[in-house]
């Protein structure tokens, strides 16, 4: 069993499909490379930037070590100065009893200030909030306000620290129902701290959502004094965390200090909402490029112009009024490529994508790092690629949605003939100026092609159009297979007797125009300078294409060409062989025979040919009327010959079946003869009826293995079976005459060539 194909492989069986893909080694190549050295200049950008930070990082564990080793070991001097003085000083427990009241009493007496002043202090910062719900563009109370609540917050703070110390629940009801001024509890002034600041987190957000306008409107005092609340709240965060780590990693020292009470302030986190604000900001614009986006893709730049406007303010106007260490430019390029980075992505992963679409964003992505080179930004510095490097398989995408449209609308051009075909009602066909007859999607057809090889077109790659040519030409031929089965199809239930003389009419008006479509495709008119619909087609992708696909697809085009004239000229042979099959049933089976002595077999046989041809040249291309009159004059001697096999079949010495003969081939050759041209081809190949008939009167023996020779010189496709059927229907036929030509035809080369009449022949 074979190990299936690795993705290597299977990547390149891919790519390289057919001999002709051959050429596009070196573009290949040339694109595997540019992408390799992209690839390698940023893993080596990528691999400095870990280098320092990794370096950095290393130097601040160093470092950070050291200070905490110097920590510890001060603390445990302290550790140790302190177990010294216990045994030095006299009474030491009743002096740290008096100390551990002496603080706990100014701790009371401070926490009892701060209460006091708890409730006023809320009305104070209660009134300048609403003083700056009047300004929200200015908020001039900004730091004040924060100033108030950081002071109120650490009140609360110290508060509930100070209850954890109270045994049992005893603390946690003093705050519960402790009455203060006007029968208010500590609970309710803290809840009524939960919502001013929520009021004042309030007006922080409305700030950081509106920051880039705040500067486009030079509100700069709003934006320094927010930069300030923000900054003053990170670098409190920052101590806090480091407390709460230094508390974790040295509780056993920690513990051993029970007069020193560390607070628990919360993270609070203000540095993380306004860069969340900054998103939600940016993300609430990308909703409506997205809607732009899917409305009209030529528009992406233009809705994306927002984009870069707020980048040149953040890089022109907020730089300076913002701490130098938060990097803000940087941060909002990061934030927006993120998000143009997603959107394009989303956008790509989408599986209702038009080529429209993704051919936009292909051509947006050069014009997005071309925008951004003109802020400072280099395309390398940008991370993640802005569509994941995905442009070598983005095309290949945009190629294969548009090869699929091509397919989809074959497919359903293809499911209405069928439909149409099989049910052949009323006006199931058109007729065009000149009454020729054609199939309704034919006009259709080619206008679908010329519109997705224009769609092709604006990718300006001609790796796209080539791939899209090569599948238009496979849809091109699979329809003519379509055709083909069909038509053989309902020919054979008219052979086997399904349908009968009710249902040829129609059949036969469709065969006419499936054939008038073929040659319409590769009828090109000198005369009037109009190019057929496969010489337009060819026309129209020549200039988008390679020089190399273009002379590669000639053996294509001449191949699909030759096709039409195969698929126009079997429906013709359709057309007679269904005649024969429905109209000449019943006389076919009198050649031969008896009856064929008295009948005019001929003559009726030639007089149908004439009503049918009268009533389908008008709807006939012109240069398919001789094509039909030689496909009729090989039916009717394939079936002439065959006939033969006809039950009494029988060629007796004594009956004038010779002068028969010619009576029957000068009528071919009286109605045929009117044709020009075609009667030339006729006359030829029914020179095959005096071969036949010389082997019905070839005396028997060596005369008789003679004839068969000259027969099988010009015919080296006769069949045996039927050599033999003729000389069976001989009256004086005897085995030794068939073994003597099958002797001979074993002597004779087996030298092939062109297909003779005589292959028809059963």
């Not at 893993?43 to 200070?67: H, P, V, Y």
């Not at 309030?202 to 500067?215: F, K, Q």
């Not at 802005?386 to 091509?406: F, G, M, N, W």
């Not at 026309?539 to 294509?556: G, K, Q």
Request: charged share 30%.
């Amino acid at each position: 069993m074979n190990d299936p194909p690795t993705p290597d492989i299977s990547r390149l069986a891919e790519l390289l499909k057919s001999p002709d893909d051959l050429d596009k080694l070196p573009s290949l190549r040339a694109e595997l490379t540019r992408k390799k050295a992209a690839i390698d200049g940023q893993l080596k950008l990528g691999l400095k930037e870990q280098l320092e930070i990794t370096s950095n990082g290393m130097s601040s564990i160093t470092s950070g070590q050291t200070i905490v080793a110097q920590i510890k070991e001060e603390m445990m001097k302290i550790d140790r100065l302190c177990s010294e003085a216990q045994g030095m000083i006299r009474d030491f427990p009743e002096v740290e009893k008096l100390g551990i009241m002496q603080r706990n009493f100014a701790a009371v007496e401070e926490m009892k200030d701060a209460i006091e002043k708890f409730g006023p202090g809320l009305g104070e910062l209660e009134e300048l909030l609403r003083e700056d719900d009047e300004d929200l563009e200015g908020q001039p109370n900004l730091l004040a306000i924060h100033a108030g609540l950081s002071e109120l917050r650490e009140v609360r703070e110290r508060a509930m620290e100070q209850t954890k110390g109270v045994e049992g629940e005893s603390g946690l009801e003093l705050i519960e129902n402790l009455p203060l001024e006007g029968e208010t509890t500590l609970r309710d002034f803290f809840a009524r701290l939960d919502d001013v600041v929520d009021w004042f987190d309030e007006h922080v957000g409305a700030a950081c959502i509106n920051l880039i306008p705040l500067v486009q409107a030079g509100n700069n005092g709003l934006v320094v004094r927010l930069a300030l609340v923000i900054e003053e709240e990170e670098k409190k965060d920052r101590q806090a965390k480091a407390l709460q780590d230094a508390q974790r990693e040295f509780q056993d020292v920690a513990s051993r200090f029970k007069s020193i009470n560390v607070g628990q302030r919360e993270l609070r986190g203000y540095k993380k909402k306004f860069l969340q604000a900054i998103e939600a900001s940016a993300a609430a614009q990308f909703e409506q490029v997205q809607q732009a986006f899917l409305d009209d893709p030529d528009k992406m730049e233009k809705a994306c112009r927002w984009f870069f406007n707020d980048l040149n303010t953040v890089k022109l106007g907020m730089v300076d009024l913002m701490p130098k260490k938060w990097k803000i430019f940087k941060t909002y390029i990061n934030i927006y490529h993120k998000l143009m980075h997603d959107f394009l992505v989303a956008q790509l992963d989408n599986a209702e994508i038009t080529p429209v679409h993704m051919l936009a964003i292909l051509t947006w992505v050069g014009k997005y790092h071309t925008k951004m080179s003109r802020l400072g930004v280099k395309e390398d510095e940008l991370r993640p690629h802005i569509i994941d490097s995905r442009e070598s398989d983005l095309v290949r995408d945009y190629r294969t949605l548009i090869t699929k449209a091509v397919q989809e609308w074959m497919d359903r051009m293809a499911t209405t003939d069928r439909q149409e075909f099989l049910s052949r009602a009323d006006s199931s066909l058109d007729q065009n100026g000149d009454g020729h007859l054609h199939t309704k999607s034919l006009g259709d057809m080619w206008t679908m092609l010329r519109e997705q090889l224009a769609v092709a077109q604006s990718s300006g790659r001609p790796d796209v159009v080539e791939g899209v040519v090569e599948s238009m030409y496979i849809a091109l031929k699979q329809r003519q297979q379509m055709w083909e089965r069909l038509v053989d199809d309902e020919a054979r239930k008219f052979e086997s007797g399904q349908l009968g003389q009710e249902a040829v009419s129609s059949f036969h008006d469709w065969l006419v125009a499936i054939a008038n479509d073929q040659i319409t495709n590769i009828d090109d008119d000198p005369a009037t300078g109009t190019p057929s619909f496969l010489s337009r087609f060819r026309a129209d992708f020549e200039p988008l294409v390679s020089p190399a696909y273009a002379i590669s697809s000639t053996t294509e085009h001449e191949s699909l060409s030759n096709a039409y004239v195969d698929l126009s000229t079997h429906c013709l042979a359709l057309f007679a062989k269904t005649i024969f099959n429905v109209d000449f049933r019943s006389i076919m089976q009198d050649f031969f025979t008896p009856l064929w002595y008295s009948k005019a077999c001929m003559a009726q046989i030639n007089s149908t040919f004439e009503d049918y041809l009268n009533d389908y040249t008008a709807v006939f291309h012109p240069s398919l009327r001789d094509i039909l009159i030689e496909e009729l004059a090989n039916e009717l001697l394939a079936r002439y010959l065959s006939a033969v096999h006809n039950k009494n079949a029988k060629f007796r010495r004594a009956d004038p079946y010779t002068s028969k003969m010619t009576e029957d081939v000068k009528g071919v050759f009286a109605f045929f003869g009117q044709y020009g041209d075609a009667f030339e081809v006729v006359k030829q190949k029914w020179r095959a009826v005096e071969l036949f008939e010389n082997l019905l009167s070839a005396p028997k023996g060596q005369p008789v293995v003679e004839a068969y020779g000259r027969l099988k010189e010009v015919y080296w496709d006769v069949q045996m079976g039927w050599i033999e059927a003729v000389l069976r229907s001989r009256d004086d036929f005897e085995r030794a005459m068939l073994a003597g030509v099958k002797a001979r035809a074993a002597e004779m080369s087996g030298e092939r060539g062109a297909e003779t009449v005589m292959s028809k022949v059963r």
